[in-house]
Each structure stands twice: as C-alpha cells, then as structure tokens.
Nanobody, 119 residues
Framework: QVQLVESGGDSVQAGGSPRLFCTVS????????MGWFRQAPGKEREEIAV??????RYRDSLKGRFAIFKDYTKEILYLSMTNLKPEDTAMYYC??????????????WGQGTQVTVSS
C-alpha cells in the first residue's frame, strides 16, 4: 500500500542541474523520515541526504551540490542536484522510514530513476 515513485531522472550533460521528484502515498508523509539514495554500477548503495521535520543530513562528499527538500503541502520529496559529473551516474532512489533516520532503517523504497551524466 505504501508507494514511492521517483521521477526526473534523465540523460544529462556534465554540469547540468536537474531536480528529482518523489511522490508518495499510503502513509502520513509528515511523520516519516525521507531520504535519497543512489547506487552506481559496481558500487554499494549510498545515502545522499536525509530529511525529517527540521533535521537534514547530507553525505559529506555531496554536500554543497545536492539539496533535499520535503514539500509538506504537495507531499513531494525533492532532490536538487547541481553541476553533475559523470561519476554521479547512478540509479537514484527515494525511501521512507517510520521510526529512525539512520540509513539502515529505511523500509520503503521507490523503483528508482536513472540519472546518466555524459561528459
């Protein structure tokens, strides 16, 4: 019943600044910790950013280029990305956690949206 659907992924040129979207249903959006993750081929899934109420956490290596935003009115989770690089190529996922914001506690996941950055 819980559904998370990512969108906005596309093939972009290096330096592009697209925005990803995650629409949700089946749970009370404002009560859940939300996060963006990504997984590149041959690499483990990594946390990009997490947001819960007024709490925000970013992966150190991505801080400054990526920004997470939770729109409580539209119930949409956003990921703003700037100055994309080829190494940013990955499948991007949004996720939700009911109880904790730590990476290991995200239970609900979207299907992912592919971001491919070409040089």
């Amino acid at each position: 019943q819980v559904q998370l659907v990512e969108s906005g992924g596309d093939s972009v040129q290096a330096g592009g600044s697209p925005r990803l979207f995650c629409t949700v249903s089946g749970f009370i959006f404002r009560l859940y910790c939300m996060g963006w993750f990504r997984q590149a081929p041959g690499k483990e899934r990594e946390e990009i950013a997490v947001i819960d109420a007024d709490f925000t956490r970013y992966r150190d290596s991505l801080k400054g280029r990526f920004a997470i935003f939770k729109d409580y009115t539209k119930e949409i989770l956003y990921l703003s990305m700037t100055n994309l690089k080829p190494e940013d190529t990955a499948m991007y996922y949004c996720a939700a956690s009911r109880e904790y914001c730590s990476s290991g506690h995200f239970t609900y996941w979207g299907q992912g949206t592919q971001v491919t950055v070409s040089s």
